[in-house]
């Protein structure tokens, strides 16, 4: 069974999302990948280097030089007549290219895949996470968007995978890139970060969010998250949030200060390995998935915590 991944790169390197998506790949056979972008021949030598990868695809090309997915779709079906399966990382733009291409296959996607079970048996959670159900796809080929928190990442280093160039399908006109707004952050992208602080409404305002939230994340070197409240109250941006209906992450320790851990945020974040959770409530929901609760007033508690450390 060959299977094609796509390669989410920022047009220099690979993103670390790509390589639990090689995991997850090699769980069903022969590993190939796909690098799609203009000027990208630095990545696809890269891509070659990850373990267990046997082939790398490579489309240089200036409509694959943003990932618009109306652009992407159609060279992933063209590759898919060789492949059996497509998975991409559940992430923006892998949820955005996925579905496209399952269209265009007519078959049916399976997304936030956590664990495969077989060549056509995958899990994937239902109800925010309260349920894992158990999918069996009958399509011949497989269009699977993985949560990257659920697979190890590959090894970046000790493959020798064949980089082969492939023909663009050139610009579909569907769609033009128009321009970006990237918020600059020096703090650890939260998805690969393996030190999280994240701030909730309890907070009150952006001011004393920043006041409390950020030195904290500045001692531990954590990147920083909010809970969907705090974003929809103006205290955080948009890319801070963290839960169903924001990032999904697993770091080695995820401190949440002021959130009660309403269903949604714990989603995003309950299967991070240490959970650390300060609020004044003792009957918050947080607390029941915390590996470490602290009952207390955040607003003496945090800057004390800060002081200590």
Known sequence: MKTLVWVEHDGSAVKDATLAAVTAASKLGEVHLLVAGQG???????????????????????????????NVAPLVVELMGHHDAFIAAATTTGKNIAPRVAALLDVMQVSEVLSVEGPDTFTRPIYAGNAIATVQSADAKKVLTIRGTAFDK?????????????????????SSYVGS??????????????????GG?????????????????????????????AVDAGYAPNDYQVGQTGKIVAPEVYVA?????????????????????????????????????????????VPELTEKL
């Open 201 to 229: 409404r309890a907070l009150g305002s952006e001011e004393q969010f920043h006041a409390l939230i950020d030195p904290l994340a500045d001692k531990l070197g954590a990147g920083v998250g909010a809970s969907r409240a």
């Open 154 to 174: 590959a090894a970046a280093e000790g493959g020798s995978g064949v980089v082969e160039p492939v023909a663009s399908k050139g610009e579909q006109g569907l």
């Open 257 to 301: 200060v002021g959130i009660s851990g309403a269903i949604q945020h714990l989603a995003g974040m309950k299967d991070s390995k240490t959970i650390i959770a300060i609020n004044k409530d003792d009957d918050a929901p947080i607390f029941q998935v915390a590996d470490l609760g602290l009952v207390g007033d955040l607003f003496k508690v």
């Open 181 to 198: 707004e990237i918020a600059a952050n020096a703090r650890p992208e939260l998805t690969s970060a393996k030190i999280i602080v994240s």
């Open 40 to 70: 990208v021949d630095g990545v696809a030598q890269a891509a070659a280097k990850i373990a267990g990868v046997g082939k790398v695809h490579v489309a240089d090309d200036a409509a694959y030089a943003h990932a618009l997915a109306e």
